[in-house]
Each structure stands twice: as structure tokens, then as C-alpha cells.
């Protein structure tokens, strides 16, 4: 038996998702990173209560998609897994690269990158890669990527905002210390927590609070 595994390349579409329009009067222009078993405009519905006049979203969209749930009707994605994680996160950063060429950002906006759960790491790792500066980053119930450290971040002049449920299924008390350890060594008097009395998900009244 002679197994390997082979590598090519080749060209792949992906699709993206927008909220609101881009106008004179926006104000925040957001980049949003959904987690593990969304889409990208399905994850857009927590950002509807905000002002449609002054936010402008965006979603990238994981490349990977299941069928979840026990009847499969419903579709789900996932940014990145265990497997081929260097080369995936290489498409994916070129991915995100894309989409924002396309949509060729103005520079007088106030721009806010907010990750949550598998998206934290999409959304981080992409900051560190292109050395980006926003006004804010939103790390919400993720986990920040082991490799990164206070290097990567050195350059960053942003606000940084840590949001966690206090009763998160995925987050036991031993990783909330160690995330919230590793968010201080990254940004340092930048980073503010804001822990909430809830589970593992989406809190629209806090990321209101930023809109």
C-alpha cells in the first residue's frame, strides 16, 4: 500500500454578507467574524436593533459547510479545525483580503472588528497578519489564538473590549482566568471586560452599547 497526500491550488468562490448601506451618514463600519455553525446572514440579524443610519456591517463567511441538527435541514459553517489548520487559515486570511478590497472602506469611519467564538480567532489572526488598525476590537466568548503574543499587537492604538457569560457551557472558570490573563499581556490598559449573567451566546444589549 503506497498512501500519500497530495497538494494543488486553485481558484475558489466564497460568498459575504452586508447590513444597512454605506453612506455619508455612517458612522461605525463593522467587520464581523460569526462562530462555528452560522452564516454570515443569518449572524446579521443581532445587529438589526442598531441604528441603520450610522452602522454599516460586515460579515465574512467560514468556507466550511455542514448540515447540523438531527433532521439536517438547517446549514451551518466552521472557520477552521484541526486538520491542515496553517493552510486553511492561509485561504481564509486571503478570503478576508478579498472581501475588503471589495468593498474598498473609506478612512473617515470608525471601523470595529468584533470575533465571536470561533470567529475570535479568525478576527485576531487577521490583525496580527496585516499588522490593521481599527478603533475597536470585540472579543466575545472566543478563544484567543495560542500563537499570538504581545509582539503582534504592538503596533495596535485601539480600544480592545473582552465579553464573556459568566455561565458559558464552553468556558470554564480555569480558561475565563486564562483568557482573560492573555487578553491583559496582549493590550494591556487598552482592554476592558465586560462580563454578563448569561450562556454561550450572541449579548445584542452589550454590543448595542458600542453602535
Not at 446579521?44 to 443610519?53: G, M, V, W
Not at 489564538?145 to 457551557?169: A, M, R, W
Request: hydrophobic share 35%.
Amino acid at each position: 500500500m503506497n498512501l500519500s497526500e497530495k497538494e494543488i491550488s486553485y481558484t475558489a468562490t466564497n460568498t459575504y454578507a452586508t447590513l444597512n448601506e454605506l453612506t455619508d451618514k455612517t458612522k461605525n463600519v463593522w467587520i464581523v467574524f460569526h462562530g462555528m455553525g452560522y452564516l454570515s446572514r443569518y449572524f446579521l440579524r443581532y445587529f438589526e436593533s442598531l441604528n441603520s443610519n450610522k452602522n454599516y456591517f460586515i460579515a465574512p463567511q467560514a468556507p466550511s459547510k455542514y448540515y447540523i441538527g438531527p433532521k439536517y435541514k438547517h446549514v451551518g459553517a466552521s472557520w477552521l479545525t484541526k486538520e491542515n489548520t496553517k493552510k486553511d487559515t492561509k485561504n481564509i486570511m486571503n478570503y478576508v483580503e478579498s472581501v475588503l478590497q471589495n468593498e474598498n472602506l473609506p478612512n473617515d469611519k470608525n471601523l470595529i472588528i468584533l470575533g465571536y467564538s470561533q470567529g475570535v480567532s479568525i478576527a485576531m489572526r487577521y490583525l496580527a497578519l496585516k499588522q490593521m488598525n481599527c478603533n475597536h476590537l470585540i472579543i466575545h466568548s472566543g478563544g484567543i489564538p495560542v500563537e499570538l503574543n504581545h509582539d503582534n499587537f504592538k503596533y495596535y492604538c485601539g480600544k480592545v473590549t473582552l465579553i464573556y457569560g459568566n455561565q458559558d457551557e464552553y468556558l470554564n472558570e480555569d480558561r475565563i482566568k486564562h483568557e482573560i490573563e492573555k487578553a491583559k499581556n496582549l493590550f494591556g490598559d487598552q482592554l476592558a471586560i465586560i462580563p454578563f449573567e448569561g450562556k454561550h451566546i450572541v449579548n445584542t444589549k452589550v454590543i448595542s452599547q458600542f453602535g
